[in-house]
C-alpha cells in the first residue's frame, strides 16, 4: 500500500508563493510517475505537474514558468513550487502516483492514470 499525505496549503496575495508537499510512503518501486492534480469549485480535476522516474517533468500551460515540480529521494517527499499565485490558481490540490507505468505523453494529466492520491490541500490566492 501506498500513502500520500500533502501539506503546505494556505491563503496568499496575488503575486505570492507556496511550496507544497506530499509524503510519500509505502512500497514505491513500482511508482514510475508523481503528479499534482488540482480542482476549484464546480471544475474538473486538472493535471498541474508530472514528474516520473528519470526526472523528466511536463506542466500544464498555464502553470509554465511559475510551478516547478521536483522529488526529494533522500526524504520521499514530492514538492510543487508555486510562484506569482494567481486567483484562477485556487484550488484543492492533490498529489498521485501511477502504480506500474508511465503515462503515454497524452495521458499524463488524467486522473485515470493514477492509483493512488493523496487527501488534498487547499490553496487560496486573493485578489
Known amino acids: 500500500q501506498v500513502q500520500l499525505v500533502e501539506s503546505g496549503g494556505g491563503s496568499v496575495q496575488t503575486g505570492g508563493s507556496l511550496r507544497l508537499s506530499c509524503a510519500v510512503s509505502?512500497?514505491?518501486?513500482?511508482?514510475?510517475?508523481l503528479a499534482w492534480f488540482r480542482q476549484a469549485p464546480g471544475k474538473e480535476r486538472e493535471g498541474v505537474a508530472c514528474?516520473?522516474?528519470?526526472?523528466?517533468?511536463t506542466y500544464t500551460d498555464s502553470v509554465k514558468g511559475r510551478f516547478t515540480i521536483a522529488r526529494d529521494s533522500t526524504t520521499s517527499t514530492l514538492h510543487l513550487q508555486m510562484n506569482s499565485l494567481k486567483p484562477e490558481d485556487t484550488a484543492m490540490y492533490y498529489c498521485?502516483?501511477?502504480?506500474?507505468?508511465?503515462?503515454?505523453?497524452?495521458?499524463?494529466?488524467?486522473?485515470?492514470?493514477?492509483?493512488?492520491w493523496g487527501q488534498g490541500t487547499q490553496v487560496a490566492v486573493d485578489a
Open positions: 498521485a502516483s501511477t502504480r506500474y507505468r508511465i503515462p503515454a505523453p497524452e495521458n499524463w494529466h488524467r486522473p485515470d492514470e493514477y492509483a493512488y
Open positions: 509505502g512500497y514505491t518501486a513500482r511508482y514510475l510517475s
Open positions: 514528474i516520473d522516474n528519470s526526472a523528466r517533468t
